[in-house]
């Protein structure tokens, strides 16, 4: 139940990427052909199913769907079946899982464009509250310690590196602390530098990318937040038994 929810919710954050890059309207008009414009009947919107039945192409004009689409929906769809299976239900399920869907959105739009809109930061902070409130899962000096916790240490990597790190990323890890806690946030800082570091190793060993060209942060931001809710808390405890003094 929880992995075809999040293959659904997947599909709706392509169009959100989509859409709000190209600056339309989200919820307002029907999906539609990126190539030819045709509108998408609903038996093209089946998350995965629709793109392996149709071979990855449009029935109408032909044109390449872009892998993308059915990687974000499995992708999501993974993300909700694993956060399900690390929490049950508990409390903490869905402030987790709303987290998980804006940093995955974030991702996106972060990899395409090197944009995190200001407009979903703030639907996730607003959202962030919201449901702690009514969970009963943070109260405000939990959420502005978490908040104060994530973007810091962003924020001095910005100012020390004179534009190193993107305001929206540092928004965005802020946001991520409302839902994770300060010692949650800072094992996903952690776990995301960690990342990208042996991928920009990486990607400068290939030849890919140069010393000066930037990388999108907001992707790591999101793998990081996504697996300190999975093994956040057991990277603190081994940590505090073997290195805390």
Known sequence: MFFTAGLFIGSFINTYAYRVLRNKPVAADRSRCPRCQRPLAPRDLIPILSFILLKGKCRYCGGKVSLRYPAAELFTGIVFLFIYLKVGFERELVPYLFMCCVLIAAAFTDLESMIIHDSLILFALMGGILLNFLFGTAGLKEMLLGSVAGGLPLLAVALMSKGGMGGGDIKLASVM???????????????????????????????????????????????????S????????????ANFYV
């Open 229 to 240: 809710i999975l093994f956040g808390r057991e990277l603190i405890h081994f940590y505090t």
């Open 177 to 227: 602390g409302i839902f994770l806690g300060w010692k949650l946030v800072l094992a996903a800082l952690f776990i995301s530098f960690f990342i990208g570091g042996m991928v920009g190793m990486l990607l400068l060993l290939l030849g890919i990318k140069r010393r000066k060209d930037c990388i999108p942060f907001g992707p790591f931001l999101a793998l990081g937040g996504i697996l």
